[in-house]
């Protein structure tokens, strides 16, 4: 079309250009925009600061950061300093799709413009740092903090603390955490969590307990991603009497457990063989209101039809489907079949049969082709 005017010699001015580019990009032609930009300087006309703004957010949009980082450029050559927003949005987008050494070259750049940066702005970049495993690049933007003229504050040390925690460094986790504390920023819950979580996963459970106990004595107080890291952690390294101890803590400082706090328990109670009070952890965590929790519901069934407890394993198993709506897998529900017709409980037996082949289309015949069971008809 700019062709074709020019040949009827009516030449486009800064407005027609303008409009073919804002054209082009809702249309997604983000590779000729660059073509008639071209066009445009070749002809003396400079696109306005507005224009280059909508340039610079759909070209991050579409990944192409060359393109977005030109339109920065552009901006600048013509007298247009960029605002820090405009910055940041292109800085978020680098440190989304892990380009980091052009997300920093940005931050200079920006320095270079008296263009301030903001906490926010390294939030973005460690956390993406450290998502990526590049610790030793995150820990060097925090050193840097200070010279840039923005202090490293609580959420900057646990970005870092969590990075190291999450692959196994916790030995520089802990210094951190000290170099945190002798300079004057108090850990938060979040920093500790991450410490405990870390502890736990290298199986390291009294020292998680341990920053559990300074954690309190610092006046934090544990939420229920604490009790769950801690519970599982204590569950696995089979210490039940010390998990139970803090699903009691939880009650005394009111912190309402969900199913990650219990399901550990619970589990832990099913292997060991005490049915009886899985079966009471899980009727609190019902009481709770935390929501109910199939897995859990599953493991006390199974458990308490293979220990013989089928008078309580059908107590369970009609809660779930008469108020939940939750049927356990098929091969749980033939163990509860088979021990409940063992035990003479025949009646109940075929209510689990009727609710097997209306939940799994499967004939009860089908169910003990191999077993020499009795089903009644």
């Known amino acids: 079309m700019l062709i074709d005017m020019e040949h009827q010699h009516i030449f486009p001015d800064s407005v027609s250009y303008?409009?073919?580019?804002?054209?082009?990009?809702?249309?997604?032609?983000?590779?000729?925009?660059?073509?008639?930009?071209?066009?445009?300087?070749?002809?003396?006309?400079?696109?306005?600061?507005?224009?280059?703004?909508?340039?610079?957010?759909?070209?991050?949009?579409?990944?192409q950061f060359?393109?977005?980082?030109?339109?920065?450029?552009?901006?600048?050559?013509?007298?247009h300093v960029p605002e820090r927003s405009l910055f940041?949005?292109?800085?978020?987008?680098?440190?989304?799709?892990?380009?980091?050494?052009?997300?920093?070259?940005?931050?200079?750049?920006?320095?270079?413009?008296?263009?301030?940066?903001?906490?926010?702005?390294?939030?973005?970049?460690?956390?993406?740092?450290?998502?990526?495993?590049?610790?030793?690049?995150?820990?060097?933007?925090?050193?840097?903090m200070p010279e840039k003229g923005c202090t490293p504050d609580v959420f900057h040390y646990t970005i870092l603390v969590d990075g190291y925690c999450k692959n196994g460094r916790l030995g520089e986790a802990f210094r951190l955490l000290e170099d945190m504390k002798s300079g004057g920023c108090i850990p938060a819950l979040?920093?500790?969590?991450?410490?405990m979580k870390g502890l736990c996963e290298e199986k390291n459970v009294d020292e998680a307990m341990k920053s559990f106990s300074g954690m309190i004595l610092e006046g934090l107080c544990p939420d229920a991603f604490t009790y769950s890291t801690l519970i599982n952690g204590l569950c696995k390294s089979a210490r039940l009497v010390e998990a139970l101890e803090l699903l009691n803590d939880m009650k005394v400082r009111s912190v309402t457990p969900n199913s990650v706090v219990f399901n550990p328990i619970i589990k832990s109670l099913c292997e060991s063989g005490k049915l009886e009070a899985a079966a009471k952890v899980l009727d609190q965590m019902v009481m709770?209101?935390?929501?109910?929790?199939?897995?859990?519901?599953?493991?006390?069934?199974?458990?308490?039809?293979?220990?013989?407890?089928?008078?309580?394993?059908?107590?369970?198993?009609?809660?779930?489907?008469?108020?939940?709506?939750?049927h356990p897998?098929?091969?749980?529900?033939?163990?509860?079949?088979?021990?409940?017709?063992?035990?003479?409980?025949?009646?109940?037996?075929?209510?689990?049969l009727q609710g097997v082949e209306a939940k799994f289309g499967v004939e009860p015949k089908l169910i003990f082709s191999r077993s020499n069971s009795k089903v009644a008809s």
């Open 88 to 144: 940041g949005t292109v800085f978020d987008h680098l440190c989304e799709a892990s380009k980091f050494e052009r997300a920093i070259f940005l931050l200079e750049e920006m320095s270079k413009l008296n263009i301030g940066t903001d906490a926010k702005t390294y939030t973005a970049l460690m956390k993406s740092l450290c998502k990526a495993r590049k610790l030793e690049e995150a820990r060097a933007v925090l050193d840097k």
């Open 329 to 352: 897998d098929l091969s749980v529900c033939k163990s509860l079949i088979r021990g409940l017709f063992e035990v003479g409980k025949s009646k109940e037996a075929n209510m689990v």
């Open 288 to 326: 709770s209101g935390c929501g109910l929790d199939f897995l859990s519901f599953q493991m006390v069934v199974d458990g308490l039809s293979k220990g013989g407890h089928f008078d309580e394993a059908f107590r369970l198993y009609s809660t779930m489907v008469l108020h939940y709506n939750l």
């Open 190 to 195: 979040a920093t500790y969590n991450a410490l």
């Open 66 to 79: 060359d393109y977005a980082e030109n339109a920065l450029e552009l901006m600048v050559a013509n007298g």
């Open 18 to 63: 303008s409009i073919v580019l804002s054209g082009f990009l809702k249309a997604g032609y983000n590779d000729q925009v660059f073509e008639v930009l071209n066009v445009m300087g070749s002809k003396g006309y400079v696109p306005g600061p507005r224009l280059c703004r909508d340039l610079v957010k759909r070209f991050c949009l579409a990944n």
